[in-house]
Every structure is written in structure tokens, then in C-alpha cells.
């Protein structure tokens, strides 16, 4: 990240100032979005809660699918729910997904599309690619 030595600097509390400034800065500028476009700024706010609850969900499944045997449960565990729950909330992460991707109007038109999901296929293809490379 650009200026990183910057945004990671800490106070004598261990807290992050500069970089809860940014924080606060690009929040500000986003907000200001809704100003000018409302879409835009719905776009936004969809597009933030469906990252949101992937980065919660991507964990869940693959504990839920590939760690399902390899697991070894901490203090705190769900039992013999635990797989049930993990794919309850895999599926919750899908169908949220899918309703914050859907217009906020309607009829549809070009001035309430969501753009939503072909942000989310341009995150994710930059995501991987970058992971890749």
C-alpha cells in the first residue's frame, strides 16, 4: 500500500491514527458519493456488505468442506451442530448476496441498475489475479 510506514505507525496505546484518519477520510468521500448519485452510493453500500459477509463466509466453508475431518475444535465449539450451522451461514452469505445484488427500484433501467455484481466479479478477478501473480 502506498505511504504504508505511514498508515501502520501506532501511538503509545498501540493505536493506529493515521490510518483510522483514512479510514475516516475515504468514508467521508464515499458518503459524499450520495450527493451526486444514489445508485452509485447503493452500489457502494451493496457492494461492501456482500464483501463483508464473504470474508466471513469463505472461512465457514472451507471449514464446512476441506478441513471437515483435519478440524481440531478449540474451547468453545458447536458439537455435532457445528457443520450444520457452518452451512446454515454459507447459505445465508449466498441468498444476501444475492438480494443486495438485486435493483432497489423498479422497473429496471439504466438509471437503477445495480451495479453491484459486476463489481463483485471485478473484485474478485482482481483479487485472484493478484493473488496469482
Same mark, same amino acid.
Given at each position: 500500500?502506498? /505511504?504504508s510506514?505511514?498508515? @501502520?505507525?501506532?501511538?503509545?496505546?498501540?493505536? *493506529?491514527v493515521?490510518?483510522?484518519?483514512?479510514?475516516?477520510?475515504?468514508?467521508?468521500?464515499?458518503?459524499?458519493?450520495?450527493?451526486?448519485?444514489?445508485?452509485?452510493?447503493?452500489?457502494? %453500500? $451493496?457492494?461492501?456488505?456482500?464483501?463483508?459477509?464473504?470474508?466471513?463466509?469463505? *472461512?465457514? /466453508? /472451507?471449514?464446512?468442506?476441506?478441513?471437515?475431518?483435519?478440524y481440531i475444535?478449540?474451547? /468453545?465449539?458447536?458439537?455435532?451442530y457445528?457443520?450444520?450451522?457452518?452451512?446454515?451461514a %454459507?447459505?445465508?452469505?449466498i441468498?444476501?448476496?444475492v438480494?443486495?445484488?438485486?435493483?432497489?427500484?423498479? *422497473?429496471?433501467?439504466?438509471?437503477?441498475?445495480? @451495479?453491484?455484481? %459486476?463489481?463483485v466479479?471485478?473484485?474478485?478477478?482482481?483479487?485472484?489475479? $493478484?493473488?496469482?501473480?
Amino acid at each position: 500500500m502506498p /505511504f504504508s510506514s505511514v498508515w @501502520h505507525e501506532v501511538n503509545r496505546q498501540e493505536v *493506529p491514527v493515521n490510518a483510522v484518519w483514512m479510514s475516516t477520510f475515504i468514508s467521508f468521500c464515499m458518503a459524499l458519493t450520495s450527493l451526486g448519485s444514489l445508485v452509485a452510493f447503493e452500489a457502494m %453500500v $451493496s457492494l461492501a456488505t456482500i464483501g463483508l459477509y464473504i470474508a466471513y463466509a469463505l *472461512p465457514i /466453508f /472451507f471449514r464446512v468442506t476441506l478441513a471437515r475431518n483435519s478440524y481440531i475444535p478449540g474451547p /468453545f465449539n458447536l458439537g455435532r451442530y457445528g457443520i450444520l450451522v457452518g452451512w446454515i451461514a %454459507v447459505l445465508w452469505v449466498i441468498t444476501i448476496s444475492v438480494l443486495f445484488s438485486l435493483p432497489a427500484a423498479y *422497473p429496471i433501467d439504466t438509471e437503477n441498475l445495480n @451495479h453491484t455484481p %459486476v463489481a463483485v466479479g471485478g473484485l474478485l478477478i482482481l483479487t485472484v489475479s $493478484s493473488w496469482i501473480l
